[in-house]
């Protein structure tokens, strides 16, 4: 399984913007970065996915280092409803996605 | 906006029972998956499909078979429901090619008494 280390949980401002790291640094070239959310009791829900160039669409950014060993998913002006554990992934030779535990993000109001 | 939906939200069945569920996707992905999700463990595979009629096994499948009648359904079948079997079941489906992006159903939430 690709192995991918985040921190266990951070909190955010209701406003702020939230950035989680994420270490993935037996990362191949052509792999993607992806990142999915859960929110309590219901099922993963997709986000942004990168290979080297920085993205961004309507829910967030996602910053790749130039080496690609790990990259920061930006919520620009966090919410209460981005409360939920957010999970960095990326496949290793599998058509699984191994999730991990992730990163319980809470926004504080 | 892709939809992939999943028969029931909380199923409760008790120990030696047969139990469906069921996946649809409205999306024409070739590709679609069944996890459980427990904490502490994260996904876990236990089948996915990449056309109507295949299956293959993911990491447990024990326990558990599949049938892809339809390239829109899937579905999960516990031949005999055990009390281990007491989990969050996901479905996801993935277009073939491109990137691996999975999108994935609401869950099933099925307790085994």
């Known amino acids: 399984d690709a192995k991918t280390t985040q921190p266990t949980s951070m909190d955010c401002a209701e406003g702020r913007a939230a950035n989680l790291p994420c270490n993935h640094s037996?990362?191949?070239?052509?792999?993607?970065v992806y990142w999915y959310r859960q929110i309590h009791s219901q099922g993963p829900q997709y986000i942004i996915h990168?290979?080297?160039n920085n993205e961004t669409n309507e829910m967030a950014s996602l910053i790749i280092t130039e080496d690609r060993k790990s990259s920061t998913l930006i919520l620009p002006h966090a919410t209460l409803r981005d409360t939920a554990v957010y999970y960095c992934?990326?496949?290793?030779?599998?058509?699984?996605?191994?999730f991990g535990t992730g990163t319980r993000l809470t926004v504080i109001p | 906006d892709v939809k992939v939906t999943q028969s029931s939200r909380y199923l409760v069945k008790r120990t030696g029972e047969k139990v469906f569920l069921e996946c649809v996707q409205d999306?024409?992905?070739?590709?679609m998956f069944w996890y459980r999700q427990d904490p502490g463990l994260g996904l876990r595979l236990i089948y996915f499909?990449?056309?109507?009629?295949?299956?293959e096994k993911g990491d447990i499948p024990e326990g558990y078979s599949v049938s892809r009648e339809k390239k829109e359904r899937f579905s999960l079948i516990l031949e005999s429901a055990s009390t281990n079997q007491t989990s969050m079941y996901l479905c996801?489906?993935?277009?073939?090619?491109?990137?691996?992006?999975?999108?994935f159903g609401p869950g099933t939430r099925l307790l085994v008494l």
């Open positions: 996801a489906s993935r277009k073939t090619g491109g990137p691996e992006t999975q999108y």
């Open positions: 037996t990362i191949s070239g052509n792999e993607y």
């Open positions: 990168g290979l080297k």
């Open positions: 992934i990326y496949l290793s030779g599998a058509n699984n996605l191994f």
């Open positions: 999306m024409d992905h070739e590709n």
């Open positions: 499909s990449y056309d109507v009629k295949m299956k």
